[in-house]
């Protein structure tokens, strides 16, 4: 997983996440619930992020949380908000309150 984060495109972006804790990251990803989607939409104006579209819907997520601008460019799709990852750290620090 540690090898994944260290990939230079996505290590660009992680590092410029404010407190962002790594460890923290990968155990939730650890921890993830892996989907099959059963059929992708053709939604995104990137055919190969529909596949990340389907596998939210899949899960009945809340979020589908991305750096891409095709995705974040949608807002949300069926009920699902689209947001970056400083967008959803604040969400989880609001919904989570105060310490």
Do not use: Q, W
Request: glycine share 6%; net charge negative; charged share 25%.
């Amino acid at each position: 997983m540690t090898e994944v984060f260290s990939r230079p495109s996505l290590a660009r972006k992680l590092n410029g996440i404010v407190g962002l804790d790594r460890e923290a990251v990968i155990r939730v990803i650890e921890a993830a619930t892996y989907v099959e989607p059963e059929h992708t939409p053709a939604v995104s104006r990137d055919p190969k992020d529909d596949k990340f579209l389907a596998a939210a819907m899949a899960a009945t997520a809340d979020y589908l949380v991305s750096e891409d601008n095709d995705l974040l460019v949608l807002g949300a799709y069926e009920g699902i908000r689209i947001v970056d990852a400083a967008t959803f750290l604040t969400i989880l620090e609001t919904e989570s309150g105060p310490d």
